[in-house]
């Protein structure tokens, strides 16, 4: 038995890329593709912060293909703040938390 992620990991970049692609081309509107981006894409990346032990790198890799497909379902442009699109609404933000407070959630929640 072996305890490399990367295959997870690999597997992982290829779905969301895949699930943010589609989405993209996608006529439903800017609300719609966030709920799916909230509801489907997140938790299938989040489902294995259990198990896996990303790097902050490795994270910050996953997350950035959020925030990508957060700012086209708005039809905003990439060079868009980051910081902006992880407020949250009532702040003016897209809503879309980072992966990394969401992994630290979830490992602390692990601890206890």
Known sequence: MDLNYKPQLK??????ASMTR???????????KQRIIEQ???????YAFMAAPYTLAEIKCL?????????????????????ATHLSRQKGGLGCHSLEVEYNKIGVERLT
């Open 11 to 16: 597997a992982a970049l290829e779905e969301v």
């Open 22 to 32: 589609n989405l993209g081309k996608s006529l439903v509107s800017a609300q719609q």
């Open 40 to 46: 489907s894409v997140r938790p299938s990346i989040t």
């Open 63 to 83: 997350d950035s293909l959020l925030t990508r497909a957060t700012k086209q379902a708005h039809r905003l442009p990439n060079s868009m703040s980051t910081a």
